[in-house]
């Protein structure tokens, strides 16, 4: 019986090693693709990125001036000012209080705004937060 067991011993092992290298090639295998298929995406990647960095530049460098704003021409000033003057007309008939400057008015409804935004945030968070919470015992 002792040779047996040592038989069934050996061969036991021979499986497992034997085992053992196939697992290892396998993943051998498999990293190596994985890090072809990687570097490849990568190469693409960087293509493409570098691709429209190239137009996002150009495209920038004709349509955008120095400080970020969009080149209009003579036509879009004229558009611009015209659409200013409208909006300020419209604060100052209908939104602005008494003794109150069109650009106090503009800076008191963005304030309002900004306060609302952080309302509506908060009970965003509060309310995923609940969502989380629910089901779950304490």
Known sequence: MAKFADHMEKITEGVTEGYQKIENGVVTGYKKIEDGVVTGYKKIEDGVVGGFGKIADKCASV??????????????????NGYKKIENAFVNTFM???????????????????ARD??????????LEASRNAGKRN
């Open 63 to 80: 349509m955008l001036n120095e400080d970020g704003s969009m080149k209009t021409g003579k036509v879009g000033e004229a558009v611009a």
């Open 96 to 114: 602005a209080k008494e003794g109150e400057t069109v650009e106090e008015a503009k800076a008191r409804i963005a304030a309002q705004q900004q």
């Open 118 to 127: 952080a309302a509506q945030k908060a009970r965003i968070e509060a309310s």
